[in-house]
């Protein structure tokens, strides 16, 4: 396995509230949100409980329990502190075995996960996201949804509620192929089809997950930028990551965020998908039986504005609660 790691805080913010996991064969993303410095927390913790090892499981089980224990480390954080009140993080994980040529992934929130074989960008993981809900029940489509302005809201996270549902899946690995997992400061900056151009033009992980990068900020670095790159090879050649195997936001000296100003997150929000399911079959019952609607019609579009107002109420009365 080769792999390589690219993070940046991007053009926008001060501080890089995602964090990674590149120790092969296991590699992840968090991305933090919480008022203050909770984001980084958040994800640090999350970080952290992959890279203690341990635990007899394999495959998706291991997954799913390591996004589970992180689910209960950072909820309990974030109960224990005031400032840290509503902190949570998304997670994806990506574990290979190489025995079996398999690569268990857990996720949960919109950070993503991508596989390029045979020159085809696939997204693996479904972003459990407002917009990401929207586009399968066929309100949105995927243009609308990339410039849509509630695309951070996501609908789970690890550590807001004292339990979590990871979803978990395998794949077969093959020669060749190459796993992308991103925070979404790389996705809604970067088309998809831009993110295959820059891998398929780069001449290795390091400098492709640098280009991603960079092509973020040049879409404008909205956000924390991560990128985590791992490649299928036929032999082994090692791990050439230059960057170190794990990187948790650095934390300032207090190990609490007591006494930080208990700023609520602008950005990120979460509002359970039960939710907007049901806004959904209340304001549009006849919709669930109907295929995904190709052309624009203006009354249903009416409605989801309103929805959208009545979700960012609510997620803002959440923060402030
Ligand atoms: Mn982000």
Same mark, same amino acid.
């Given at each position: ?13 001060? =501080?890089? #509230? ?13 991305d933090g949100m919480g008022g203050a410095q909770a984001g980084e927390v958040a994800s640090g ?6 890279? #203690? ?23 309990? /954080?974030?109960?224990?502190?005031? @400032? $840290?009140? +509503?902190? +949570?993080?998304? &997670?994806?994980? @990506? ?10 992934? +857990? =996720? ?37 949804? !990339?410039? =849509? ?13 004292? !339990? ?11 020669? +060749? ?11 809604? &900056? ?24 960079? @092509? ?19 032999? *082994? %050649?090692?791990?050439?990551?230059? &960057?170190?195997? %794990?990187? %948790? ?16 997150? %602008? ?5 359970? $998908?039960?939710?907007? /399911? ?12 109907? *295929? *995904?609607? /190709?052309?624009?019609?203006v009354v249903p579009l009416a409605v989801l504005v309103l929805l959208l107002f009545a979700l ?10």
């Open positions: 396995m080769r792999s390589a790691v690219a993070t940046d805080p991007g053009r926008r913010r001060r =501080h890089n #509230e995602d964090a990674y996991v590149c120790e092969p064969p296991l590699y992840a993303i968090a913790l999350a970080a952290a409980v992959l890279s #203690e090892g341990g635990g007899s499981e394999q495959g998706e089980a291991r997954v799913a329990s390591l996004i589970q224990e992180a689910n209960r480390r950072v909820f309990r /954080r974030s109960s224990e502190d005031a @400032a $840290a009140s +509503g902190m +949570g993080t998304t &997670m994806t994980v @990506a574990l290979v075995d190489r025995a079996s040529g398999t690569i268990a992934l +857990g =996720h949960v929130g919109d950070s993503r996960a991508y596989r390029v074989r045979g020159g085809e960008l696939e997204q693996l993981t479904d972003d459990h996201s407002l917009v990401g809900e929207l586009v399968r029940s066929g309100k949105l489509s995927v243009e609308e949804a !990339e410039a =849509h302005p509630q695309r951070s809201v996501i609908t789970r996270a690890v550590g807001t509620e004292p !339990e979590v549902d990871v979803d978990t899946f395998t794949v077969e690995a093959e020669p +060749g192929d190459v796993y992308l997992l991103c925070s979404d400061g790389l996705t809604d &900056m970067v088309a998809d089809r831009e993110i295959l151009s820059v891998l398929a033009e780069a001449d290795d992980l390091d400098r492709a997950a640098r280009a991603l990068v960079d @092509a973020a900020n040049e879409g404008g670095g909205e956000d924390n930028i991560t990128v985590v790159l791992f490649a299928v090879d036929e032999e *082994p %050649v090692g791990d050439t990551a230059t &960057m170190p195997a %794990v990187a %948790v936001p650095e934390e300032d000296d207090e190990d609490t965020l007591s006494g930080l100003d208990p700023v609520p997150a %602008v950005d990120t929000a979460v509002v359970p $998908a039960e939710a907007i /399911r049901e806004h959904l079959e209340r304001t549009q019952p006849e919709a669930a039986e109907r *295929p *995904p609607r /190709r052309r624009r019609n960012i109420l609510l997620a803002i009365w959440g923060l402030y609660r």
